[in-house]
Nanobody, 114 residues
Protein backbone atom coordinates (compact mmCIF):
# COMPACT_ATOMS: atom_id res chain seq x y z
CA UNK A 1 0.00 0.00 0.00
CA UNK A 2 1.21 3.51 -0.81
CA UNK A 3 2.64 5.40 2.18
CA UNK A 4 3.55 9.09 2.28
CA UNK A 5 5.03 10.43 5.53
CA UNK A 6 5.80 14.14 5.73
CA UNK A 7 8.05 15.62 8.41
CA UNK A 8 10.26 18.61 9.16
CA UNK A 9 7.69 21.29 9.87
CA UNK A 10 7.60 23.43 12.97
CA UNK A 11 7.31 26.91 14.43
CA UNK A 12 9.85 29.39 13.07
CA UNK A 13 10.29 33.14 12.97
CA UNK A 14 9.95 35.10 9.73
CA UNK A 15 13.19 34.97 7.77
CA UNK A 16 14.09 31.49 8.95
CA UNK A 17 14.44 28.27 6.96
CA UNK A 18 12.99 24.76 7.04
CA UNK A 19 13.69 21.50 5.23
CA UNK A 20 10.62 19.32 4.77
CA UNK A 21 10.90 15.61 4.00
CA UNK A 22 8.48 13.07 2.56
CA UNK A 23 9.41 9.41 2.98
CA UNK A 24 7.53 7.12 0.60
CA UNK A 25 6.87 3.43 0.05
CA UNK A 26 4.50 1.15 -1.84
CA UNK A 27 5.35 2.27 -5.37
CA UNK A 28 8.36 2.59 -7.65
CA UNK A 29 9.64 5.96 -6.50
CA UNK A 30 12.29 6.30 -9.21
CA UNK A 31 9.59 6.09 -11.90
CA UNK A 32 7.31 8.65 -10.24
CA UNK A 33 6.88 12.37 -10.45
CA UNK A 34 6.51 14.00 -7.03
CA UNK A 35 4.65 17.14 -5.96
CA UNK A 36 4.46 19.35 -2.87
CA UNK A 37 1.16 21.06 -1.99
CA UNK A 38 0.16 23.25 0.92
CA UNK A 39 -3.12 24.23 2.54
CA UNK A 40 -3.55 27.27 4.77
CA UNK A 41 -6.48 27.63 7.20
CA UNK A 42 -9.66 28.52 5.35
CA UNK A 43 -8.04 28.18 1.93
CA UNK A 44 -7.92 25.54 -0.78
CA UNK A 45 -4.90 23.32 -1.27
CA UNK A 46 -2.40 24.86 -3.69
CA UNK A 47 0.52 23.44 -5.65
CA UNK A 48 3.94 24.51 -4.44
CA UNK A 49 6.51 22.61 -6.49
CA UNK A 50 6.97 19.47 -8.56
CA UNK A 51 9.83 17.29 -9.72
CA UNK A 52 9.76 14.71 -12.50
CA UNK A 53 11.33 11.27 -12.34
CA UNK A 54 14.24 12.67 -14.35
CA UNK A 55 14.73 15.64 -12.02
CA UNK A 56 13.05 18.50 -13.88
CA UNK A 57 11.44 20.98 -11.50
CA UNK A 58 8.58 23.48 -11.60
CA UNK A 59 7.45 26.02 -8.99
CA UNK A 60 4.41 28.11 -8.21
CA UNK A 61 4.68 31.82 -8.98
CA UNK A 62 4.70 32.81 -5.30
CA UNK A 63 7.95 30.88 -4.67
CA UNK A 64 10.23 33.44 -6.37
CA UNK A 65 13.44 31.58 -5.61
CA UNK A 66 12.73 30.77 -1.96
CA UNK A 67 11.68 27.11 -2.41
CA UNK A 68 13.77 24.21 -3.69
CA UNK A 69 12.40 20.73 -4.41
CA UNK A 70 14.75 17.76 -4.67
CA UNK A 71 14.65 13.97 -4.53
CA UNK A 72 16.83 11.12 -3.30
CA UNK A 73 15.91 7.95 -5.17
CA UNK A 74 18.12 5.81 -2.91
CA UNK A 75 15.95 6.84 0.06
CA UNK A 76 12.60 7.07 -1.77
CA UNK A 77 12.35 10.58 -0.36
CA UNK A 78 11.41 13.98 -1.75
CA UNK A 79 12.45 17.22 0.00
CA UNK A 80 11.30 20.83 0.06
CA UNK A 81 13.75 23.42 1.35
CA UNK A 82 12.24 26.79 2.18
CA UNK A 83 14.30 29.93 2.73
CA UNK A 84 13.24 33.36 3.99
CA UNK A 85 9.99 32.09 5.45
CA UNK A 86 7.08 34.52 5.62
CA UNK A 87 3.95 34.44 7.80
CA UNK A 88 1.90 33.75 4.66
CA UNK A 89 3.80 30.46 4.26
CA UNK A 90 1.94 29.13 7.30
CA UNK A 91 0.12 25.99 6.16
CA UNK A 92 0.06 22.22 6.27
CA UNK A 93 2.44 20.90 3.63
CA UNK A 94 1.70 17.64 1.79
CA UNK A 95 3.60 15.55 -0.71
CA UNK A 96 1.87 13.71 -3.55
CA UNK A 97 2.88 11.13 -6.10
CA UNK A 98 1.71 11.10 -9.70
CA UNK A 99 1.83 7.29 -9.48
CA UNK A 100 -1.05 7.10 -6.97
CA UNK A 101 -3.67 9.72 -7.70
CA UNK A 102 -5.81 10.67 -4.71
CA UNK A 103 -3.39 9.36 -2.05
CA UNK A 104 -2.50 11.90 0.67
CA UNK A 105 -0.41 11.64 3.81
CA UNK A 106 -0.94 13.43 7.13
CA UNK A 107 1.06 16.50 6.12
CA UNK A 108 3.48 18.53 8.23
CA UNK A 109 2.56 21.84 9.86
CA UNK A 110 4.64 24.93 9.11
CA UNK A 111 3.93 27.97 11.29
CA UNK A 112 5.79 31.23 10.71
CA UNK A 113 5.61 33.98 13.31
CA UNK A 114 6.12 37.66 12.54
Amino acid sequence: QVQLVESGGGLVQAGGSLRLSCQTSGFIFSNSGMVWYRQAPGKQRELVASISRSGYTNYADFVKGRFTISRDNAKNTVYLHIDSLKPEDTAVYYCYTMSAAGMWGQGTQVTVSS
